[in-house]
């Protein structure tokens, strides 16, 4: 069974930081595009970053760029999300995803795998 599993969501105050985690079960996970995304109240789902997991450059929305860091453990079949410099505007509940490949940009409609989501909290 495919499993997508998000930690590390939390209230923080701006300028803050939080380490957003996923760890996948279930499939290869090697060799598959694992993507970040997020949703605001009565916002659409915004992709924020990406990667190819086992060697893939990663790929990040403007939103995201020089802020937020995507990263993995093979070893582990986790994919982190590093959010630096916290903004109130960040606030959404997070999601991780899985695709078989990547396409720039990070569009939710490549992916077929998604995680139950973890909320981020940021205050001004």
């Known amino acids: 069974q495919v499993q997508l599993v998000e930690s590390g969501g939390g209230s923080v105050q701006a300028g803050g930081s939080l380490r957003l985690s996923c760890k996948a079960s279930g499939y290869t996970y090697s060799r598959n595009c694992m993507g970040w995304f997020r949703q605001a109240p009565g916002q659409e789902r915004e992709g924020v970053a990406q990667l190819l997991t086992g060697g893939g450059g990663p790929y990040y929305a403007d939103s995201a760029k020089g802020r937020f860091t995507i990263s993995e453990d093979n070893a582990k079949n986790t994919v982190y999300l590093q959010m630096n410099s916290l903004k109130p505007e960040d606030t959404a509940m997070y999601y991780c995803?899985?695709?078989?490949?990547?396409?720039?940009?990070?569009?939710?409609?490549?992916?077929?795998?998604w995680g139950q989501g973890t909320q981020v909290t940021v205050s001004s």
């Open positions: 995803a899985a695709a078989s490949f990547c396409i720039i940009p990070v569009r939710e409609r490549n992916y077929n795998r």
